[in-house]
């Protein structure tokens, strides 16, 4: 099971063109744990373009209606 309610944020804003960005989090091709490496290539690669990137991992309890909102991409696994 995942949570679906990220990436279909991100689908709306790549369909709806709002912000001259790179959307990375979609339903046709969500950002999960098993592709953050290839993602943080390709992240790497467009340095110059802004971009949108919103995951689909499920989240605690405490966190159920809240956006968190960064200027940096990172998890556990980068931030060492």
């Given at each position: 099971?995942?949570d679906?309610l990220?990436p279909?944020?991100?689908?709306?804003?790549?369909n709806n063109?709002l912000y001259?960005?790179?959307?990375?989090?979609t339903t046709?091709n969500?950002?999960?744990?098993?592709?953050?490496?290839?993602?943080k290539?390709?992240?790497?690669?467009?340095?110059?373009k802004k971009?949108i990137?919103?995951?689909?991992a499920?989240?605690?309890?405490?966190?159920?209606?809240?956006?968190?909102?960064?200027?940096?991409?990172?998890?556990?696994?980068?931030s060492?």
């Amino acid at each position: 099971k995942g949570d679906s309610l990220g990436p279909m944020l991100g689908s709306f804003f790549e369909n709806n063109n709002l912000y001259d960005a790179i959307v990375i989090g979609t339903t046709n091709n969500p950002l999960s744990y098993n592709k953050l490496e290839q993602m943080k290539n390709y992240i790497d690669s467009n340095k110059l373009k802004k971009k949108i990137i919103i995951d689909s991992a499920l989240g605690n309890s405490m966190s159920i209606g809240k956006i968190y909102i960064s200027k940096k991409f990172y998890s556990g696994r980068w931030s060492k």
